[in-house]
Nanobody
Framework: QVQLAESGGGSVQAGGSLRLSCAVS????????MGWFRQSPGKEREGDAL???????GYADFVKGRFAISQDNAKNVLYLEMNSLKPEDTAMYYC?????????????????????WGQGTQVTVSS
């Protein structure tokens, strides 16, 4: 059983930066893909960034060059460094994990298939 807990959200002005953290319990990195997802009111949940089972990293087009995902294996923490934030980045951000290769491959199109989710942390970007 994997437990996830996000932190680090807040309110920033456009162009600012935030770093989100996801504390992970009972977890072996090599057995799960780990990612960050967002959901805005009235919109579907969508993926921002993912570390695959083989440690390859993927980004959604709308965050490429602005966001960076990383993990600290010693501390069992997943990070999302967010730079050049835009008002459209305003959302609840979730970290998620899944051990299935098929689920990991479809992280952009079928994010709801992920089996483990945190409670979310709110990010608000003002113009």
């Amino acid at each position: 059983q994997v437990q996830l807990a996000e932190s680090g959200g807040g309110s920033v002005q456009a162009g600012g930066s935030l770093r989100l953290s996801c504390a992970v319990s009972s977890y072996t990195y090599s057995n799960y893909c780990m990612g960050w997802f967002r959901q805005s009111p009235g919109k579907e949940r969508e993926g921002d960034a993912l570390i695959h089972l083989d440690e390859r990293i993927g980004y959604a087009d709308f965050v490429k060059g602005r966001f960076a995902i990383s993990q600290d294996n010693a501390k069992n923490v997943l990070y999302l460094e967010m730079n050049s934030l835009k008002p459209e980045d305003t959302a609840m951000y979730y970290c998620a994990a899944d051990p299935s290769r098929e689920v990991c491959w479809t992280w952009l199109t079928l994010p709801y298939r992920f089996g483990y989710w945190g409670q979310g942390t709110q990010v608000t970007v003002s113009s």
